[in-house]
């Protein structure tokens, strides 16, 4: 996936591809002040972010549930977790991305 097709990028969540190899892959996420990605899922990969600069906020959902969380260090998304980011503060967050487990997708819920 390049960076230019990921869905969840916009004007205040930017990608940077890292290193991309066969069942893994790592990036760089810069989160501007109030930017989020949509709600979506990954079929087979887990995310572990390490957020290397703010706090980034992580929502998990399921069903009606929302679970919400303010991370300053690093925190896991399970493969199929409906789930999305956000920055709540007014500075950047950036955070790390270290995907594995099978091919990258994005599934938009």
């Keep these: 996936m390049n960076d230019k097709d990921i869905p969840l990028a ?3 969540v930017l990608y940077k591809t890292l290193l991309n190899e066969h069942g893994y892959s790592v990036s760089q996420t810069t989160v501007r002040a109030g930017g989020a990605t949509q709600w979506h899922h990954h079929t087979h ?31 896991t998304v399970e493969p199929g977790v409906v ?7 007014s500075d950047d967050v950036v955070y790390i991305n270290i995907q594995s487990g099978g091919a990258r997708d994005i599934v938009l819920a």
Excluded: P
């Design 10 to 12: 916009n004007a205040k």
């Design 45 to 75: 990969v887990r995310d572990r972010f390490v957020v290397v600069q703010g706090v980034l906020t992580v929502e998990t959902k399921t069903g009606e549930h929302v679970e919400r969380r303010q991370v300053l260090d690093h925190y």
């Design 83 to 89: 789930h999305h980011v956000m920055n709540e503060t």
